[in-house]
Structures are given as C-alpha cells and as structure tokens.
C-alpha cells in the first residue's frame, strides 16, 4: 500500500497496489494510512519544496520507518539514504524506485527501520523545543 499524491499517469500502472488518500482526512486516518503503507511516495515538485523547505510527511514517514521514494532536489530526498529509499529524478524514475523497494521490501524496510532509531532523537519534541528557545543547539 502506498500513499500517493497526484501523481502521474505512470503510477496507474501498478493498480490496485497504490491508494490515493484524498487531500483532507482526519489524523487519525492519516495515522492509520501511514502506518499500514509499505512504502511512501513523495513526488514534490522541488521548484516548490526546496531543500530548506521541510515537509511534516516525510519526517513522519522517516518516523514511522517507512522507505521512501521522493523526488531529487527536495527536502525529502534529504531525509533518504539508498538503504532507506530511491531518490528520482521523474515520473519514470519514482515508478522505477517503486519496483526496486517492492522487489527487496526487506531490504528497504531494514533500512528505514535503522533511520527511523536516528531520527527519534533527532526529532525529539523536547529536543526541538530546546533549540527552539536556545537552550540547546544543533
């Protein structure tokens, strides 16, 4: 299971392998999606997700110890390591990183699994908020 976002017509090819979540759901429903997807797809644009701008669902997917396929040039792409996720660089390429996750889900999963132990510490609220007011820093 996968969520997706508008996505291009190439993503229609795997059928009912992917499910596209409606633009607003509950958080709850959110949770629930997140957590029974295999993979997560994340194709932003970069001209409108940059590096140095963040995105709360990749974060959460890292948190979650989902792999990720996403797009070069973005802040999620950031958050990927090639045991983790595929990074692309188009259409054709995010489709091709789903086959190659599916292929060696364990693989990607393990992966995920070793990044989402880094990021818990990274993305402690209590730690966020320290360096938020200055009593830690980065």
């Known amino acids: 299971r996968t969520a997706a976002g508008p996505a ?17 759901i509950s958080r709850e429903a959110y949770l629930d999606a997140l957590h029974s997807c295999d993979v997560i797809l994340l194709p ?19 948190l979650a110890g989902k792999p990720i396929v996403t797009t070069a040039n973005t802040f999620a792409a950031g958050l990927v390591t090639p045991e983790s996720g595929v990074v692309g ?3 054709a390429s995010l489709a091709d990183g789903l086959v190659q996750i599916a292929a060696n889900i364990e693989r990607f999963r393990a992966g995920a699994h070793k990044e989402q132990q880094s990021a818990r510490s990274k993305y402690d609220p209590v730690r966020l908020y320290s360096q938020l007011i200055g009593l830690e820093t980065t």
């Open 8 to 24: 291009t017509g190439l993503i229609d090819e795997f059928g009912d392998a992917v499910e596209r979540l409606p633009g607003a």
């Open 89 to 91: 660089t188009d259409a």
């Open 44 to 62: 932003y644009d970069p001209r409108s997700y940059p590096p140095e701008r963040g995105s709360g669902l990749a974060v959460e997917a890292v």
